[in-house]
């Protein structure tokens, strides 16, 4: 089958396409899926630079964002069945542990991510538990669809679950052109929260009012958190939607009001952050730490993608033969939402 693999971590010119990759074949309780469409994510590139942690064997296929359409169903799969078009959840966990009995199985002992500890969607065919499969929303081209489950995943995931975000109140969204960062201001508003974006220029600072923030500032202004505070009248940020880590962590602690909360997935800029220790337990401020989410979030929010309450944001798609220049534009930031490779 075709596929994009790399042999060595490293830059983007590790990527090798290929077209004679043995193809995946699904066992008990396994789904194989014709891979239509990938959309790329941050991840992407940490896993491809090498990251101890992940332990990813190689040669490896990067992706964990896929619709598609199954083509092959295991021994004992009985829901699905060849030409479902589905879009995949992207992690796999033991079902056995503590976490996984409470619902919690993005945080499984044995947590996998697809595309990061396991195989993933830069290729023609990929097999995964039949679990983690999900109905493609009907309204959406594969493409599209591809750039709904990890962003919109972890979006609602930090607003609804961990951040508790209210009707009326004050959340602010950092980096609202990024895919998690576009979910994440579709969510606020459906929510029907008051939103305060950050994007870095004035076309992406454009957009995200298009999408339904009631306020955009610059964060590359060094004064930004200055412009957020006079926006709630001195009030502060209920809930800080945050991704982007050591530049930013710091104003974002100072501007939650009291008995705010901070949830973050990320760290792009750096992964250590010195904030007052005070501003937490004199406001009893919350700090959440947010890895992805749990495949019934993933369920509970498609419905409201079906309906068109909820719509992701592609900016650009790429033939998988030219992964290279897709991950490029990712390392660029010239781009305002979700970057796909069709397959």
């Known amino acids: 089958m075709r596929a994009v693999r790399i042999h060595q971590f490293g830059t983007a010119e590790n990527l090798i396409y290929e077209d004679d990759v043995p193809e995946p074949t699904p066992q008990h309780g396994e789904v194989k ?8 994510n941050h991840l ?11 332990q990813t064997p190689l040669p490896h296929i990067l992706g964990s964002d896929i619709a598609g359409e199954v083509a092959e169903v295991g021994p004992g799969v ?27 199985e993005n945080l499984c002992v044995q947590v996998q991510v697809i595309g ?18 999900l109905p493609k929303p009907t309204i959406l081209s594969y493409e599209e669809a ?33 895919g998690v960062g576009s979910a994440g201001i579709q969510i606020a508003k459906l929510r029907g929260a008051l939103v305060i974006a950050t994007a870095g220029n004035e076309t992406k600072m454009q957009k995200c009012l298009e999408l339904g923030a009631d306020a955009v500032v610059n964060h590359n202004d060094p004064e930004w958190w200055k412009k957020v505070k006079e926006l709630t009248e001195g009030e502060g940020i209920d809930v800080v939607f945050e ?15 009291k008995g705010g909360r901070l949830v ?31 495949r019934a ?27 290279r220049k897709a991950h490029e534009k990712l390392e660029s930031r010239d781009f305002f939402g979700k970057i796909v490779l069709k397959i």
Request: net charge positive; glycine share 10%; charged share 15%.
């Open 33 to 40: 899926v014709r891979v239509h469409a990938c959309a790329l």
């Open 44 to 54: 992407d590139i940490w896993v491809r630079n090498g990251i101890p942690a992940y």
């Open 78 to 104: 009985t829901d699905w069945r060849p030409g479902d078009l589905v879009v995949i959840y992207p992690v796999i966990s033991c079902g056995q542990c503590r976490f996984c009995r409470t619902g919690r």
């Open 116 to 133: 990061a500890h396991r195989a993933g969607g830069y290729a023609e065919y990929i097999v995964v538990p039949a679990r983690n499969l």
């Open 146 to 178: 591809s750039a709904v489950p990890l962003v919109f995943l972890t979006a609602w995931h930090m607003l609804m679950t961990l951040g508790r975000l209210q009707p009326g109140e004050w959340v602010l969204i950092m980096g609202g052109s990024s």
């Open 243 to 257: 991704h982007i880590g050591q530049a930013v962590f710091d104003s974002c602690v100072r501007l939650l009001n």
């Open 264 to 294: 973050t997935c990320g760290a792009t800029t750096g992964q250590t952050a010195q904030f007052d220790i005070r501003y937490v337990f004199s406001r009893e401020i919350e700090i959440h730490g947010a890895y992805i989410g749990t």
């Open 297 to 323: 979030e993933l369920a509970q929010l498609l419905p409201h993608v079906e309906r068109g309450r909820l719509k992701p944001v592609v900016d650009s798609v790429f033939p998988l033969a030219e992964a």
